[in-house]
């Protein structure tokens, strides 16, 4: 059974940064897709960070630069560094694990960005 843990959510300052963890339990995740997800309510849920098995990184527009996802093969977890976080980064922020076979989320952990 696959199951993900998300940590490190919680309130950031506008400027400010906070990191998140994601540990994958019952899948390797060196080879695997692993990618965070936010989502605003009301609104659909994003991408926000992808690494690939091969460890290629891709981000969108509104986070290139700001954002950094990264991997550790010897915990089988998945880091995203937010740096220079807005008020706009406030939503929940999900983990998701794709292999060959499916997808999977995490719980989800939020973030909010206020003064």
């Known amino acids: 059974q696959v199951q993900l843990q998300e940590f490190g959510g919680g309130l950031a300052q506008p400027g400010g940064s906070l990191r998140l963890s994601c540990t994958g339990h019952g899948s390797n995740f060196s080879v695997n897709h692993v990618a965070w997800h936010r989502q605003v309510p009301g609104k659909e849920r994003e991408l926000v960070a992808l690494i690939t098995g091969g460890g290629r990184t891709d981000y969108p527009s509104s986070v290139e630069g700001r954002f950094t996802i990264s991997r550790d093969n010897a915990k089988n977890t998945v880091y995203l560094q937010m740096n220079s976080l807005r008020p706009d980064d406030t939503a929940i922020y999900y983990c998701?694990?794709?292999?060959?076979?499916?997808?999977?989320w995490g719980q989800g952990t939020q973030v909010t960005v206020s003064s």
């Open positions: 998701k694990l794709r292999t060959p076979y499916s997808d999977y």
